[in-house]
């Protein structure tokens, strides 16, 4: 069997996290088992669904590197098909027109819910002929009366519903719209979906929507119905959490392999390993190994995965992502260092690539000022010495580079005979406009030397200012 798996988002907002592991659960599962994954936006919430949501959606994914097989499909572009098999149920006895009000029905729900039953459509015109003419209706489907519906549910196992419990579903609204649990029905049977993997908050539309698959000679496919995420707190992940929307991820500052490397352990394991890279959740993923335990957000192990993966992955791989974080921090980059040389020698000092372009900035333009309690500490008189003969020497180098600038300033400090603080230390500062860097060696050589020697000076005067003060 080719196997086929979907992610089928509502549009009515950003892609959350729950959402996005569900669709790594869905695109892990197919490229597994060498299958085809398929994007479907189910838009049939027309007053709730925007084009804002479905950019929203298509750019999460992108970024995620999720990337379908087939789609988006659009269900709002699929009505006649959807009227087309509502026409055939009707012909066929297996739905029927249904006048009750809304406001009937509410009255009828308001007194089982006093009684203290169940409230539920209690079936008035499923074998009705009396159809009063021009009035409005809706198309209930006739769900059985008898026996029951079993799911052999991939997560939680075998799940059984009595029909009993179900009662006849609205499938077409009064104003001729078909319904989300009708269009689901037959989007997963024309696109041969295989296995439907989604949240715990649609088991109870399962048994519905098989039996409407059952009813229309459909195939019905294999379930696994994923647990909710939850915050550090224990209560339902919310905004309250902090980010929930993938792309804030991305404008927090995280690399999409250290979400999904993230969201994939939040309900799956393999042993004891925590790092994995796609290929390896391609390889390794298996829909039998998901839990059923909700799992807790933990931003403090996200953050600890995000560090990892800017540390180890290629430098020129975190450039791709980093590149988007200077741009918006308006950082120009055609007048600096290449950014994979940047990254690679601040990689171990960040936690997001966020902070990677706020500490960054002095490779590219010039500070505005020194950071004032490094300025105070490291740009006293005392200074002055070291940071004239250093840059003597800095001006003196004949092939700019790691070795030759460490050994001047090694010589500024022999011929000083101070240690080696007393000569870094200004010139971290005067260098970046703060008392924090990767090694002077690496940190100068992605400066320019004409560069270095005009901050210096600006040091310099900063010190003769403070002399005079």
């Known amino acids: 069997m080719s196997i086929t798996t979907r992610f089928a988002p509502s549009p009515t907002g950003y892609l959350h996290v729950g959402g996005a592991r569900t669709a790594l659960y869905s695109w892990l599962y197919a490229k597994s088992k060498g299958g085809k994954f398929i994007l479907r936006i189910e838009d049939t919430d027309i007053e709730r669904s925007t084009q804002a949501a479905i950019n929203a959606i298509l750019e999460g994914m992108q970024w995620l590197g999720l990337h379908h097989d087939d789609g988006p499909y659009y269900q709002t572009k699929r009505f006649d098909r959807y009227k087309e098999l509502i026409q055939q149920l009707l012909k066929e006895g297996k739905a029927y027109k249904c006048f009750m009000s809304s406001a009937e029905l509410d009255g009828i729900r308001e007194k089982q819910m006093a009684n203290g039953e169940k409230p539920r459509y209690p079936g008035t015109w499923r074998e009705r002929t009396d159809h009063p003419e021009n009035q409005p209706f809706a198309i209930r489907f006739k769900n059985p009366l008898n026996g029951t519906v079993v799911v052999n549910d991939h997560i939680r196992g075998k799940i059984e519903i009595s029909n009993t419990e179900l009662d006849d ?219 004239l003969l250093v840059k003597d020497k800095l001006q003196a180098i004949q092939q700019w580079g790691p070795e030759t600038i460490q050994q001047a300033i090694n010589d500024t400090a022999t011929e000083l005979d101070v240690g080696m603080g007393k000569v870094g230390m200004p010139l971290r500062v005067a260098a970046t406009g703060s008392g924090n860097s990767p090694s002077l060696d690496v940190t100068l050589n992605l400066l320019k030397p004409e560069q270095v020697a005009q901050r210096i000076d600006k040091a310099l005067i900063y010190i003769a200012n403070r002399e005079n003060s």
């Open 169 to 387: 579903l609205v499938i077409q609204r009064s104003d001729g719209t078909p319904t989300y649990n009708f269009c689901v029905v037959v989007d997963d049977w024309d696109m041969g979906i295989t296995h439907v993997v989604r949240g715990e908050d649609h088991i109870n539309n399962t048994p519905r929507q098989i039996n409407i698959l059952q009813a229309l000679g459909a195939p019905i496919p294999e379930y696994a119905h994923v647990s909710m995420i939850l915050g550090d707190d224990g209560k339902k992940l919310s905004k309250r959490h902090g980010a929930v929307s993938v792309m804030q991820y991305r404008d927090d500052g995280y690399l999409p392999q250290a979400l999904l490397n993230y969201l994939v352990r939040l309900g799956w394991s393999h042993g004891d390993q925590e790092i994995f890279s796609v290929d390896e959740m391609i390889e390794l993923f298996d829909l039998d190994a998901i839990g059923q335990s909700a799992s807790a957000f933990n931003t403090d192990k996200l953050i600890w995965l995000n560090q990892h993966y800017i540390k180890t992955m290629p430098a020129q791989e975190v450039a791709e992502h980093a590149k988007w974080h200077f741009d918006q921090q308006a950082i120009d980059l055609s007048a600096g260092p290449a950014l994979e040389d940047v990254i690679a020698i601040q990689a171990d000092r960040v936690k997001t690539l966020k902070e990677m372009a706020e500490i960054s900035r002095y490779f590219y333009e010039e500070y505005q000022e020194f950071d004032a309690n490094a300025a105070k500490k490291h740009l006293r008189p005392v200074a002055k010495d070291a940071l």
